[in-house]
Structures are given as C-alpha cells and as structure tokens.
C-alpha cells in the first residue's frame, strides 16, 4: 500500500482510553510510513497547553472541548445552554480541522454526532470524499443517555454512519456481526492492544516505595484500573465480591485505579459494605503512572454483565495487565474467552455473579504457582495484541488505495 494521507476524527483526548486506541493506531500506521493526523476533542480544553503537536510521529489537533470536563477524578458535566454551546463549537472545529486538513482517509472514531456531523459537510459535502469509521462500543448503553431523546440522537447516529461509510473497524466480534448483518463492507476486526515496551512497571524499589505508602505492605492485592461508570463498568459488582473475598481473607487489599461519575456512589457502597480500609481509591491518575499501580496486584479484574454493552467491548485493561504479568478474572462474555486462549492466560467466571467472582479471587490469591503460570501465559498472549500489528490489520481496510 502506498503511502497515505490519513485523517482521524476522534471525540475524546488521547489519553482517555478510547483515545489510547487510536493514537495507538494512528502511531502503528505513522510507521508504516503514512501522514497521521488525529483531530481530537480535549477533556478540559482551557488548560490545554498546546492545542497542535506531534507525538511519535502523529499530529495531534485539539480542536474542541469534550462534552464533559473531564478535569478531575468526578468529571463536571455542562448545563444544558453550555452543552450546546460546546457542541456547537466542537462540531465548527471539527469541520475547520477537516478543511484544514487534505487527505486520502477519513476515519471516525466512534460514531457519535460531533464527528459524524463534521463527516456528512465537511468530508463528504466539501471535500466529496469517502470516510472511514471505528465502532468501538455501544454508543446508546454504554454512555450515560438520562433522557429518551439523548438516546435517541445517539442511536440515529450509531445507525445511520456506518451506512454511509466505506468501510468499517470494530473491536470484537459482536460488533462485526452486527454491522455484516447490516450490509456494511469491508469490516475489518481490530481489538484493543498493549504497547508492552512502555506500559511496564517501575524498579523494584519504586513498587516497594509505592506499595508502603499505600498501606500494602504484606497485603494481596486484587486491583481494578478503568473508568467507574457504571453504565459500562460494573464495579459495584466487584466491590459486592470483594466483601466476600475479605471475609475469607481478611489481610486482602482491593485498589481501585481511576475515576469517574461514579466514584461518590463507589466510595459510599464500600462504606456500607464495612471495607472503609479494605479498598483503595486511587482516582484519576496520568496514564503513565497506570502501569505502576496496577503492578502491585497479585491478580486483577474486569467485572461484567452478561449485556450488549459487554459484548460488545474489547476490554484494553485486560490486555495491559497481562502483558504486566498481572493474572486476570473476568466474565466469559464476547470476546474475552478469545482474548484470555479459552482460559489458559486467564480466569474466566459467570458473568454478573459476585460469589462466581468472590470465589475465583479466593482461589487464586491462594495459590501462587497458578498466578505465576497465568502470569507467564499472560505475557506471551499480549504479545498477539501488540498495536504495531493491530495498526497493520487496520490499514488493510484501506485495501482499495
């Protein structure tokens, strides 16, 4: 193929974790020897310090503000009169980056209104050219949509774009069904992937600094690392598990990396379930110092529900604590059997079962050969998952240049 002209409009920053996909992506398909342009809405746009730059080879433009400040641990949501003053904004900036921005591709990320509005009159309309699209989620459950016409935007959305594209990425098998059995081609299968010659853990003295400043010294530790939002990550239902862990266990330590809408409400039912020093909340950290948090577990886990929004996620913390040689638990829905070799780099439970997934971390906490087996087997299975090959598996749906 030769080299190319791309162009990705993105509605989230880099550093969230959808955001990590494509610049991922985008940094895969710059060494490939193609120009990479990501025009990206930032999570708190009047501290941006700089609104243009390359990173590893990829342009970054921040070109509006995220439909929720996300500046904090508790994101800050706009009222409505602000909310449509920045999507009206972004969407204008989003155009203005298209306009600015010539191009062989044309590749959205996540199908949502602000760059799908941009694609239909800026893409299409303008520069009457094809575009691209990355559906990476179920916009419609897995975003917080209170009001029945918010969801109802969305949904009209996440219907109509891959329809008009020219082609479609997706990240698990679930969604590639759905948009095969909806007369989209080509869909082409990208998972999420790990950089695993950066996402590593720090020396052994820095964990060990890390691990007594926490309280952790001697402890098990089981750690989640994600977003807290309910709507698609149900910690509730680890923190329900956890209880049980610490009844049989009572020296074990849940850390909870990250932060989220949810993180009040989190807090409090951990309160009442009687583990006010049993769990640790981390709150929103750097994504560069994820990689050291997350090494001080002995195991950690990604709680699910057997739901569309589930299956239809290709969960990136899994994949990043198995190349940290961190065992890991999760449901057996959609993709994840695939992602953990059927169980053999992993433990797979019933989903939405909290004494499945209480029983499963008692287990494993308890036998350190197992975790070292799953740990090694971990490892050698991110390796599948490198986002250098991912990106290469990307570009072939660009097969007509």
């Given at each position: 193929?030769?080299?190319?002209?791309?162009?990705?409009?993105i509605?989230?920053?880099?550093?969230?974790?959808?955001?990590?996909?494509?610049?991922?992506?985008?940094r895969?398909?710059?060494?490939?020897?193609?120009?990479?342009?990501?025009?990206?809405?930032?999570?708190?746009?009047?501290?941006?310090?700089q609104?243009?730059?390359?990173?590893?080879?990829?342009?970054?433009?921040?070109?509006?503000?995220?439909?929720a400040?996300?500046?904090?641990?508790?994101?800050?949501?706009?009222?409505?009169?602000?909310?449509?003053?920045v999507?009206a904004?972004?969407?204008?900036?989003m155009?203005?980056?298209?306009?600015?921005?010539?191009?062989d591709?044309?590749?959205?990320g996540?199908?949502?209104?602000?760059?799908?509005?941009?694609?239909?009159?800026?893409?299409?309309?303008?520069?009457?050219?094809?575009?691209?699209?990355d559906?990476?989620?179920?916009?419609?459950?897995?975003n917080?949509?209170?009001?029945?016409?918010?969801?109802?935007?969305?949904?009209?959305?996440?219907?109509?774009?891959?329809?008009?594209?020219?082609?479609?990425t997706?990240?698990?098998?679930h969604l590639?069904?759905?948009?095969?059995?909806?007369?989209?081609?080509?869909?082409?299968?990208v998972?999420?992937?790990?950089?695993?010659d950066s996402?590593?853990?720090?020396?052994?003295?820095?964990?060990?600094?890390?691990?007594?400043?926490?309280?952790?010294d001697?402890?098990?530790?089981?750690a989640?690392?994600?977003?807290?939002?309910?709507?698609n990550?149900?910690?509730?239902?680890?923190?329900?598990?956890?209880?049980?862990?610490?009844?049989?266990?009572?020296a074990?330590?849940?850390?909870?990396?990250?932060g989220?809408?949810?993180?009040p409400?989190l807090?409090?039912?951990?309160?009442?379930?009687?583990?006010?020093?049993r769990?640790?909340?981390?709150?929103?950290?750097?994504?560069?110092?994820?990689?050291?948090?997350?090494?001080?577990?002995?195991?950690?886990?990604?709680?699910?529900?057997?739901?569309?929004v589930?299956?239809?996620?290709?969960?990136l913390?899994?994949?990043?604590?198995?190349?940290?040689?961190?065992?890991?638990?999760?449901?057996?829905?959609?993709?994840?059997?695939?992602?953990?070799?059927?169980?053999a780099a992993?433990?797979?439970?019933r989903?939405?079962?909290?004494?499945a997934?209480?029983?499963?971390?008692?287990?494993?906490?308890?036998d350190?050969?197992?975790?070292?087996?799953?740990?090694?087997?971990?490892?050698?299975r991110a390796?599948?998952?490198?986002?250098?090959?991912?990106?290469?598996?990307?570009a072939?749906?660009?097969?007509?240049?």
């Amino acid at each position: 193929m030769p080299p190319m002209r791309i162009t990705f409009l993105i509605i989230m920053g880099i550093e969230r974790p959808s955001g990590r996909r494509y610049f991922h992506i985008a940094r895969g398909l710059a060494r490939q020897g193609h120009r990479v342009r990501l025009l990206a809405l930032h999570p708190d746009l009047p501290t941006c310090p700089q609104r243009r730059f390359i990173q590893e080879g990829v342009e970054i433009w921040y070109v509006g503000q995220m439909h929720a400040r996300k500046d904090a641990s508790v994101p800050s949501r706009f009222g409505p009169l602000d909310l449509l003053r920045v999507l009206a904004s972004s969407t204008l900036g989003m155009i203005w980056g298209v306009i600015c921005s010539p191009a062989d591709v044309y590749h959205l990320g996540k199908p949502q209104p602000v760059n799908g509005l941009a694609a239909l009159l800026a893409v299409r309309l303008l520069r009457c050219r094809p575009f691209y699209i990355d559906c990476d989620d179920d916009e419609v459950r897995g975003n917080r949509l209170p009001a029945a016409w918010q969801r109802a935007v969305f949904g009209f959305w996440q219907w109509l774009l891959p329809r008009l594209a020219a082609g479609a990425t997706v990240n698990t098998r679930h969604l590639a069904a759905e948009l095969t059995d909806a007369g989209v081609s080509p869909v082409v299968l990208v998972p999420n992937g790990v950089d695993a010659d950066s996402f590593v853990a720090p020396p052994t003295a820095t964990l060990a600094a890390l691990r007594a400043a926490l309280g952790l010294d001697g402890r098990p530790v089981v750690a989640y690392a994600g977003a807290l939002a309910l709507q698609n990550h149900p910690v509730d239902l680890l923190i329900e598990a956890f209880a049980q862990v610490a009844v049989a266990l009572p020296a074990a330590a849940l850390l909870i990396i990250g932060g989220g809408e949810d993180l009040p409400l989190l807090r409090d039912l951990a309160v009442r379930r009687g583990l006010r020093d049993r769990v640790y909340f981390t709150g929103q950290m750097p994504y560069h110092t994820v990689s050291a948090y997350l090494a001080l577990a002995d195991l950690s886990v990604d709680p699910v529900r057997d739901d569309p929004v589930a299956r239809a996620r290709s969960p990136l913390k899994l994949v990043e604590s198995m190349a940290l040689g961190v065992p890991v638990i999760t449901g057996d829905v959609g993709d994840r059997a695939e992602l953990l070799d059927g169980g053999a780099a992993g433990v797979l439970v019933r989903p939405g079962d909290a004494t499945a997934l209480a029983e499963a971390m008692i287990r494993l906490l308890g036998d350190a050969p197992r975790r070292q087996v799953l740990a090694a087997a971990g490892r050698e299975r991110a390796r599948s998952y490198a986002w250098d090959r991912l990106a290469e598996v990307w570009a072939t749906v660009y097969r007509r240049f």
